[in-house]
């Protein structure tokens, strides 16, 4: 058994000593140096550019205006194509942009022979603009949408509007004695801060443009090359090599289709395209900053009659992934809690602050914060029930078919994870302790649940395609288009065709980079779907694999197929297992015989058309210094519900990185802008604050596993769940601590000065 044990990464000691190839790792000595110009206004359009002092400068090669790049509007979201109009990503971006849209907005670009040079030129370009009123907050832009819309296409800056209803909402809140609660929450916009920045670079082979990106999506990423170049999908090639994280930021394009058009301008010469940190904050993607109403009608008994939902979401300049942020929130709202009648309404805003895109767990921590702090608030109108048997009551049960999404609760440990977290926590006791506290430090406990789908289907395509070669030595090598980026994919993925095939783990050898190329197509890296969607077809693969393996060894053996197995390594018969032959016997018969030569290998597709649903729990206990306005976390732990734990070494280390993250979340991060222009004030590590090692309290990770029918081993998602309870336990315990229900992150000093002085705890 391969599945379930701890083993090391495949690519542990690679990174470790330093031999792994990244994107920058890999340029051309003589590869030219491009350098954008972002405009200084958020919103407006430029009138002309004043090119004469930079083409002086030595060493410029060439510049290009949003006037010399194509009149074609592209999509960058790394979304599954639809071939239906209907379904397809908002094309509202050029490669640069005449009409700007933010402080930031990419309007030229230099390439010149060195960095020194490059930038020199671009401090040099004189733009004149046409300036219009910016518009930074979501509701204004609906509410008053100005006389120049931020997009023509859309002239009230609603992006998309969407709403549904389960049962008759208007009807069950005549039902007679309802508790109404009523809340509204914001969550901020934040960046990914993903170690390595926006990088790639790019060049003109066989005929071919060959961009070499960090990306979470390479197949995606060529397919958004080819629509904003206007040119075949096969004359556009994209290399994946080692990546830096991603964390959903490069589940878009970003450098890429620029910089295939920039080699164009040079004749196909190299011409590397690197964000700097500020320009990966402001110029690439954040998480999407969102505002909650919620209403709630609880019966005395602590079940939900009926519950509304009012969500905005701040989309920024440009489309991106658009809608499905807050439609992904408020379909979460809904399934959490599938009680009583249920009725959500759901805006994506255009504003002119950057661009807001995919970021881990795409949009539940949003919601996650916002249902889980009002659990809290209704708890608090319920004195005989409290927020364990009241998420219970409520809480999806097994065999829930969510009424929107047809996605189905195969499994669920939720109300074991919750017992579990419960008592490692010493919940009951803590309660009981915390009661009735005064004094300037307080002592509070919080829990918040959650969620998650595993990848998109049914709302998106779900395909997944691998390749196995069997080497002469018995060994295979492992081919997917699914990206590792730091999550750990590629030893999962090796485990699992070890398991199937069995195999020795060693015996795998897993490609991991990709080329659009050569490589098997897969969407890409997102939505917490490689080990339920690629994993399912890697099994099919190495089935496959298996099989031919059989029918070779067959042949040699002069035996009837069906009487053959491979186990441990060995064709064996089945039955009694005696072995008849090693693998590396057959493999090197295969490749060598005379007489039937066959090059053994397979290659299956998956389409995914399934879905189901992890859970868990984060329950904190903190500490909370009212005159300093500090949080201090004593201690943190995540209960996860993820199916069959492929890896246990790696699944920890997946929950400690999304522990952290959602840390930072609920604490500390938040982008800020100067409120009069647009401009990003702390687009660096230094003010924009992070959770460092001293920060970071001891992370306990628990799990529980009931095996999930649907996914290949038995699994379900894990990769993006860690994020989203971690928020909510704290607020909730804050909360318990203080009295004060605080409902927006993060919670900050200055957050907390403000909230305990309107709430009479500071003088």
């Known amino acids: 058994m391969v599945v379930g044990k701890k083993i090391n990464r495949v690519d542990a000691v690679t ?172 969550t901020q916009k934040v960046q990914q801060c993903h170690i390595e920045n926006a990088s790639s670079f790019a060049y003109k082979e066989a005929g071919k443009v060959v961009v070499v990106s960090a990306t979470q999506i390479p197949h995606i990423v060529r397919r958004v090359c080819s629509q904003a170049l206007g040119c075949d999908m096969g004359k556009v090639r994209i290399i994946k090599p080692y990546l830096g994280g991603g964390f959903g930021n490069r589940q878009d394009a970003l450098t890429e289709p620029l910089n295939a058009f920039l080699t164009l301008q040079v004749g196909g010469r190299p011409v590397k395209l690197m964000y700097t940190r500020e320009e990966t904050f402001f110029g690439t993607r954040s998480r999407h900053a969102m505002k909650f109403y919620i209403t709630s009608y609880v019966r005395p008994n602590g079940t939900f009659a009926a519950r509304e939902i009012v969500a905005y979401s701040d989309n920024g300049a440009y489309g991106s992934h658009a809608h499905a942020l807050v439609a992904n929130a408020v379909n979460a709202f809904r399934m959490m809690y599938p009680v009583g009648a249920i009725k959500g309404v759901a805006y994506t805003v255009y504003t002119n602050n950057p661009t807001a895109g995919a970021m881990r767990a795409y949009g539940i921590p949003q919601i996650g914060f916002a249902l889980e702090a009002h659990v809290d608030d209704i708890i608090a109108k319920l004195p005989n029930d409290d927020a364990i048997s009241f998420r219970k009551k409520n809480m999806m049960q097994l065999g829930y078919v969510d009424p929107g999404t047809t996605i189905t609760c195969h499994s669920t440990g939720l109300s074991e994870c919750i017992d579990k977290g419960r008592e490692a926590i010493g919940w009951d006791e803590k309660i009981e ?7 300037d430090v307080r002592h509070g406990v919080g829990m918040g649940i959650f969620c998650y789908k595993t990848g998109v289907y049914p709302i998106a395509l779900e395909t ?23 999550q750990g994919a590629d030893t999962v993925f090796s485990q699992m065709a070890a398991e199937t095939l069995s195999i020795p783990f060693e015996n795998v050898h897993i490609l991991s980079q990709q080329d659009t190329d050569v490589t098997p197509y897969d969407t890409g890296a997102y939505g917490s779907r490689q080990t339920y969607v690629t994993g399912m077809a890697v099994r099919k693969t190495a089935e496959s694999l298996k099989n031919k393996i059989c029918d070779y060894a067959a042949w040699m053996l002069n035996k009837d197929r069906i009487d053959l197995d491979l186990v441990d390594n060995h064709i064996v018969r089945v039955g009694t297992n005696d072995v008849l032959i090693s693998l590396k016997e057959v493999a090197m018969e295969a490749c060598y015989s005379r007489t039937n030569s066959n090059h053994i290998a397979a290659e299956e597709t998956h389409h995914c058309s399934d879905n189901t649903y992890s859970f868990g729990v984060c329950f904190a206990d903190i500490e909370v210094d009212i005159p300093l306005c500090q949080i201090k976390v004593n201690r943190i732990i995540n209960v996860h519900d993820s199916g069959t734990i492929i890896n246990p070494q790696t699944a920890e280390g997946q929950v400690h990185g999304g522990m952290s993250m959602g840390l930072g979340y609920g604490l500390l991060e938040k982008m800020l802008f100067d409120p009069k222009t647009g401009r990003m004030l702390n687009s660096n590590l230094l003010d924009y604050k992070l959770m460092t090692a001293i920060d970071t309290p001891d992370l306990e990770v628990a799990f529980v596993e009931p095996k999930d029918p649907s996914g290949p081993y038995g699994n379900k998602s894990l990769g993006e769940p860690p994020v989203i309870p971690v928020a909510p336990a704290l607020r909730n315990a804050v909360y318990n601590a203080t009295g004060v229900a605080i409902d927006s992150i993060p919670l900050n000093p200055e957050k907390l000065f403000q909230e305990f002085t309107d709430a009479g705890l500071i003088k």
């Open 433 to 439: 302790k915390y009661k009735n506290q005064t004094g």
């Open 464 to 486: 997944s395609a691998c390749r196995m070669i069997l080497n002469q030595d018995g060994s295979i090598q492992l081919q997917v288009g699914a990206t590792e980026i730091g």
């Open 15 to 186: 990174k470790a000593d330093g031999t792994a190839k990244y994107t920058e790792d890999l340029l051309d000595d003589k590869c030219l140096v491009a350098k954008v110009l972002h405009s200084t206004i958020a919103n407006g359009k430029v009138l002309s550019f004043d090119l004469e002092e930079a083409k002086k400068v030595p060493g410029v090669v060439k510049i290009i205006t949003s006037f010399d790049v194509p009149d074609i509007q592209y999509p960058t979201a790394g979304h599954p194509w639809s071939t239906e109009k209907a379904h397809q990503d908002v094309c509202d971006r050029k490669l640069l942009n005449t009409r700007v849209r933010f402080y930031g907005d990419e309007i030229a670009a230099v390439i010149a022979d060195d960095e020194i040079a490059a930038d020199h030129a671009r401090d040099l370009i004189k733009v004149e603009y046409e300036e219009y009123p910016a518009i930074f907050d979501m509701e204004e832009s609906v509410n008053n949408p100005g006389d120049v819309p931020i997009h023509e296409e859309k002239p009230n800056n609603v992006i998309v509007k969407s709403n549904y209803e389960v049962l008759d909402y208007d009807e069950a809140v005549k039902e007679p004695g309802l508790i109404k609660v009523t809340g509204v929450y914001e």
